[in-house]
């Protein structure tokens, strides 16, 4: 059985999500890549992001508040992980944000250059210069794409918010020459502090939106949003996900990838025998 | 290095309003003093699992005492002999261990670490420790500090050893002070030898990955409790 995404070929369908794994170094001394198929390392940015004041997580029922504010330590010491990525028996696709287009035009040039690198996950959730996200306007969308598709020439997934009505969004993506997407982001939500709500809490919202666009969209898709579990990733995979991502779960079990992809191939193997 | 452990309970009730867990992972882990696990709570409302520091090691047993202060913890405290925990550890910085005479001072849940800190030290200790009223601890759990060191008990209302703040009761002549406790405790340490704090968080990763638990330091920079800490030296922070 093998998993592709616009050429990539993944061993299984499980992806890390951009951002509760950081950029590996830490996980990859404790943990192994079994049952991922592919890594996206915390977003990075052009220059070093100090990144939002504490508190930055807030715990809400069957679900999680972040607001990290995208800190790293920029490009350059990025790119001093080639050796890691390398290493890796799996592929890794950079997740990158800016906040003007000038900077994601030199991410996307130094990106191009880079062999181990297979494809880039563009996070629009960065705030521009004029405070807003670019993911809330298809305007925007398309011309960050736009502007990103003219230097890098490998697969671009674009990260969307998760809108009530998403397809003039994808659109934008689309026209703006995306090659896949990511749907969605986290959720918008307060509880003590303001950010991104993840985990089960979003799920049964995600699948709605999936069902919505189900069957109108020809590009692939990473599925993202409260996946815990082999049921949650074969829920996404039915609604027209390509492959599925997975993030907050690696809180509650740091070797979820492992543990989901054993009881899928099971489940998967059964539903392919039966049809 | 921390890896993922089961842990049966062996031990899990009140010794006073904080709670004893003894868990048995069937093989002898090295932990220092002032690293922390991470229990699985394992309800599907949870995503979060629960920090703990280490109260206690022996060979193949885990021990931790905690409070109860949400439905997390109170879950925990539900677990019967026999069940198997899902824990992930060590993490963290430890303390480091000074072979002299020294002050160890704790407020409420923050005299879990030093017990374990107090076993490891060569040299002579003195727990100081504080809590709102007497009940917080029972006397099994005292004495089991008494065995380590010399302890001086501090309640707000009196009723059991001095009355007042743990921070009105520190004297001189210590090589080093350690501390745990509420964050107005650590500030009002002032004394003129080193001092090193361990600070409590919500935990994400645990290792240092999502900078979910950073700190403001003194001099601006952004800390990760889980990885760079949970233990600092104090006018790092404060």
Redesign the interface.
Known sequence: MSWNLCGIELRTPLVSASGPLGWGKEFFEIFSTRGLGLFIPKTVTFKPKIGNPPPRIEETTGGLINSIGLENEGIDEWLKLKHLYESLDIPVMASIAGSTLDELIKLGEIINTLSYIVGIELNLSCPNVKGENWANSPNDIFEVTNALRRVYKKPIFVKLAPKDNPLPYIKSAIDGGADGLTLFNTFPAFKNISGGLSGPAIKPIYLRLFKEIKNKVDIPIMASGGVFSASDVLDYLNLGANAVQIGTAFFKDPDIAERIWEELETLLDTSRCSL | ????YTGEVLINRPVGDLFLLTISVNETVTVEPGQFFLI?IDR??????RAFSIFNVEEDKLSFLYRIVGKGTRWLSERKIGYRL?I?GPLGNGFSLENGKCLLIGGGSGIAPLYYLGRRIKGEIKFLLGAQSGSFWDKELLLKYAEVGELEIVTEDGSLGKKGLVTQYIDNGYRKVYACGPVEMLKNIKVDVPVEISLES?I??G??????????TKGGE?KRIC?DGPVFELEEIF
């Open positions: 290095m921390p890896k993922i699985r599907e409302d949870i995503v979060l699992r899902n992930f919500t994400a990763c290792f240092g990955a999502c900078r979910g638990c950073v700190i403001e952004y990885k």
